[in-house]
C-alpha cells in the first residue's frame, strides 16, 4: 500500500484502539499521507467527484423512497406528491434525476481520462475492470429507477428494453420470452415488474459502494497513474494526498457542485422527457422512445443493427470490450502525450461516441440532408459502431506495434520542475 505506516496515536483510547482495530491508521495511510504523483491535473478529481455523487445519489434516494409507492396506482401520484407536498421534495427529486445526469457526466470524463492516459495497463487492470463493472452496475441502476415515475416514457423504455431479452428465443425456443416473463414477473411491464424495479434500484447504489471499495483498495495497490503514464521512481516524484489534493480535489468538486446545482434551481428538466410527465399508459405508445443522454449512443448502436439477436449481442459487447483493453492495447508507452497516433484515433473515439448519442437521440427513420443527398442517420450509426469496436479491436493492439512513441521524461520531478516548453 503506501509503505510502511507513520500513524502514532495521539491518545491512551487511540493507542488501545489502534492495537484492536487499525480502522484509525488505516484512513491515516490511506487519506493522508498516501503518496501521490506530484503531477495530477485537474481530471484527476473526478474520481472525488463520482464519490461526492455517489453519496448525493444514495442519500436523496433514501429520502425520496420514505414519500414513493412502488405500485402501478400509486406511482406517478406519489412523485407528483413529492413535487407539491414533500417539504423540498421538489428538491429531492430534483437533485436525484438531475445527480444522475452529473453523475454519469463525472464517469464518462473519468473513463476517458483513464483512456487518455493509458490508466488501465498493467499494473492497474484489476482497478479498470471494477470500473467497469460500476459502470455496468450504473447504467443497470440508472435504467431501474428511470421506470419509477412511472410515466410514459418510464413504461415504454422498460418495454423497449426488457423486449430485447426474447432475442434469446434464437438461440433456443422459449428461452428469452422465459427471461423476459421472469424479468416481468407476468406478462408484460406490470405492477410486479415495478415492484421489483424499486427493489433493485434501492439495493444497486449499496452494490456499487462496495464495488468502489474495492476500486480504490485496487488503486492504492499500485498507486496513481499520472499524466505522463511514467512510473514514480522515489519519493521525489511524489505529494502527501492531504494537504495537496485533498485541497485539489474540494475545489474542483466545488467547482462541478455549482454546475449541478445550476441545472438543479435553472433547468431541472433540461435533460428530461416532456412524455414522462404523462402517467403510464400501456395501450398508447409515444412516437420516439428515446432512453436518457447516457444511454443513447448504446441505444444507437442497438437500433443501427436490424437483426435482433446480433443487435442486443452488440449492446453487451460495446461494454464488455471495455474489460479486455488492458490486453489488447500492445503499446509500451500508457500516456497518449507520447503516443502521436494514438492520440488522433482517441479524439476520433470521442467524437464517435457523441455522434452515436446523436444518432440515438433522433427517431430511426432521420436523415441528413447534404446537398439534396440523403443519408439515413441509421448508417451513420453503422459507421459509428464500426469505428467503436474497430478503434478497440484491431487499432488497439496495432497501433502498439507500427506507432513510435516520443521520447519519455526520466521522472516525473524532472519534467514537472523542468522549465516550460
Ligand atoms: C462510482 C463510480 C466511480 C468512483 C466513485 C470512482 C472513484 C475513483 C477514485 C476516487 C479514483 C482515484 C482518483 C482519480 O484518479 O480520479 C479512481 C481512479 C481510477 N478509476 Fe475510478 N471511480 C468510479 C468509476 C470508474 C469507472 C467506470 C472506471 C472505468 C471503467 C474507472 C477507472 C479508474 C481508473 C483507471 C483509475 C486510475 C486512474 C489513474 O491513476 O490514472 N473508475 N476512481
Request: proline share 7%.
Amino acid at each position: 500500500m503506501s509503505g510502511q505506516s507513520t500513524y502514532v496515536p495521539k491518545t491512551s483510547f487511540g493507542r488501545w484502539f489502534d492495537s484492536r482495530l487499525p480502522l484509525m491508521r488505516f484512513a491515516h495511510d490511506t487519506m493522508l499521507t498516501f503518496p501521490t504523483p506530484r503531477n495530477l491535473n485537474f481530471w484527476y478529481a473526478f474520481g472525488a467527484v463520482l464519490t461526492v455523487m455517489l453519496g448525493i445519489q444514495i442519500v436523496t434516494g433514501i429520502v425520496l423512497a420514505m414519500h414513493y409507492i412502488p405500485s402501478g396506482d400509486g406511482a406517478f401520484d406519489s412523485v407528483e406528491n413529492i413535487m407539491r407536498d414533500v417539504n423540498y421534495g421538489w428538491l429531492l427529486r430534483y437533485m436525484h434525476s438531475n445527480g444522475a445526469s452529473m453523475f454519469f457526466v463525472a464517469v464518462y470524463v473519468h473513463m476517458f481520462r483513464g483512456l487518455y492516459y493509458g490508466s488501465y495497463k498493467a499494473p492497474r487492470e484489476v482497478l479498470w475492470i471494477l470500473g467497469v463493472l460500476i459502470y455496468l452496475l450504473m447504467m443497470a441502476t440508472a435504467f431501474l429507477g428511470y421506470t419509477l415515475p412511472w410515466g410514459q416514457m418510464s413504461f415504454w423504455g422498460a418495454t423497449v428494453i426488457t423486449n430485447f431479452f426474447t432475442a434469446f428465443d434464437q438461440i433456443h425456443k422459449g428461452l428469452g420470452t422465459g427471461i423476459a416473463s421472469w424479468l416481468w414477473g407476468g406478462f408484460g411491464v406490470s405492477d410486479a415488474t415495478l415492484n421489483r424495479f424499486y427493489s433493485l434500484h434501492y439495493l444497486l447504489p449499496f452494490i456499487i459502494a462496495g464495488v468502489v471499495g474495492l476500486h480504490v483498495w485496487a488503486l492504492h495497490v499500485p498507486g496513481n497513474n499520472n499524466p505522463l503514464g511514467i512510473d514514480v521512481k522515489g519519493p521525489q516524484d511524489t505529494l502527501p494526498f492531504h494537504p495537496y489534493y485533498t485541497m485539489k480535489d474540494a475545489f474542483y468538486v466545488a467547482l462541478f457542485l455549482i454546475l449541478y446545482v445550476g441545472l438543479v434551481f435553472y433547468a431541472p428538466n433540461l435533460l428530461g422527457n416532456p412524455d414522462n410527465y404523462i402517467p403510464a399508459n400501456p395501450i398508447v405508445t409515444p412516437t420516439d422512445i428515446v432512453p436518457e443522454w447516457y444511454l443513447l449512443p448504446f441505444y444507437a448502436m442497438l437500433r443501427s443493427i436490424p437483426q435482433k439477436l446480433v443487435g442486443v449481442i452488440v449492446l453487451f459487447g460495446a461494454i464488455l470490450i471495455l474489460a479486455f483493453i488492458p490486453w489488447l492495447d500492445t503499446s509500451k508507452v500508457r500516456s497518449c502525450r507520447f503516443r502521436p497516433m494514438m492520440k488522433v484515433f482517441f479524439w476520433l473515439f470521442v467524437v464517435d461516441c457523441l455522434v452515436l448519442g446523436y444518432c440515438g437521440a433522433q427517431s430511426v427513420d432521420a436523415a441528413w440532408n447534404l446537398g439534396g443527398i440523403s443519408i439515413g442517420l441509421v448508417w451513420v450509426a453503422r459507421i459509428g459502431t464500426l469505428y467503436y469496436f474497430g478503434f478497440f479491436f484491431p487499432l488497439m493492439p496495432l497501433l502498439g506495434l507500427i506507432e513510435t512513441p516520443k521520447p519519455l521524461p526520466a521522472s516525473i520531478a524532472t519534467a514537472v520542475l523542468a522549465p516550460a516548453e
